[in-house]
């Protein structure tokens, strides 16, 4: 092995073990790790912009902004309301709406996005009822990876592997993943109503008060809203259409954004750009850069190889390894660093004899955002949650969230093993 790459390899070791301790910030980290890849001579730094993503930089970019507008004329708060309401305020069929809402939300908007503006509405009916919000939250978490999974832009995972892959558009995330998407949260919703029925039980009375309250004072600015569900609309269709209309989804969510901008006006501008995650996009940047030296080594070529060489390069044997060691090393690790390791990898594969990278690519989708729900630091839509409810008083352990995300994620990719044999493999 080369000098470089056993420089690269330990740079990216260091790093990876630093995000997973999360003794600092893992920002700082990637960032530090893509420093010294150049630092180090192991890529030049055009090398290294060339391995920056911005096609999935743009794409969270567009997204965030159209979200946090969005988000401040109510209409996340009123849906979760009306929908408690509608569920007549019996705790379990708030319980399954509340999940419902989570799942389709994170398909659409994201799940990080999803978490954060359904957590704070379930904190006030769960207080509205007396209730422990736990059980809530765990569902919502687990509901969040699922229905993240289901569409290009639900997952960062997705979002990468879409923006790799050029074949693998909107609509194919769709008709290929949102399936197996649906069939899980089928599963799981009767599991978590026998799970926390007991957990969650309340008195007519407060069922009643929740009845009382008024879902449309939640709406705060209805003009804005109609704006927003106009471009939104737009921006969804844009994203079915992109391939037809020969653009990027970056393209699509972009426009959308600045569109969104331009019918605001300047009084908008300022808070658009404040709800951008900037900390989530530098890390993104930093990871581009750290994995772009292990590609540039050498190295992920020579994993490929031994991957090939394990599975013997039959396409069954090596989607189940790919499905697998995804799930299972993202429910520790945070998914996006090993996705960005994993990308490079596949296509690597299709240069060594494995010509139907199909199966390969969607494993690794559902390998990668399902595994998340395995453990509470698996994806950062848990960690969000997790710290969401710790400022409020509840918070949620390791081991509590253990004892009921890890049986769940290894049913889930159980019932994702079958469906990736039966479609892409018999």
Known sequence: MEHQAIWA??????????????????????????????????????????????????????????????????????I??????????????????????????????????????????????TRALRVTP????????????????????????????????????FMAFISNLTPIAVIIMAVYLPIFLAMFRKQIQSTPELQARMMDMDERAEITDSKLLKKCLIVLGLTIAGF??????????????????????????ESMLEDAFHSIEWLTLFFFIGLFVLVSGLVETGVIAMLAEKAIELTGGNVAATSMLILWLSAIASAFLDNIPFVATMIPMIQEMGTMGVTNLEPLWWSLALGACLGGNGTLIGASANLIVAGLAGKEGHPISFTTYLKYGFPLMLLSIALSSVYIYIRYLL
């Open 80 to 125: 979760a309301l009306k929908a408690a309401k509608l569920a007549q305020g019996k705790p379990t069929r708030i319980l399954i709406a509340l999940t419902v809402i989570t799942a389709f939300g994170s398909a659409f908007l994201d799940n990080v996005t999803t978490v954060l503006l359904m957590v704070p509405v379930t904190f006030s009916i």
């Open 134 to 169: 736990i059980p809530f939250l765990i569902a919502q978490i687990i509901a969040s990876n699922v229905g993240g999974t289901a569409t290009l832009i639900g997952d960062p995972p997705n979002i990468m592997i879409g923006s790799a892959v050029q074949e693998l558009t």
């Open 240 to 265: 079915f259409l992109h391939q037809s209309l020969h653009l990027e989804s970056a393209t699509v969510a972009l426009a959308g954004a600045f569109l969104l901008l331009l019918l605001t006006g």
């Open 9 to 78: 390899i330990c740079i990216f070791l260091v790093i990876y073990g630093l995000i997973i301790s999360e003794k600092i910030h893992r920002t700082v980290l990637a960032m530090a790790g893509g420093v010294l890849m150049v630092v180090f001579g192991i890529v030049s730094q055009e090398t290294a912009i060339h391995h920056i993503d911005f096609n999935t930089l743009g794409l969270l970019v567009g997204m965030m902004i159209i979200v946090g507008i969005t988000a401040k004329t109510g209409l996340f708060k009123y």
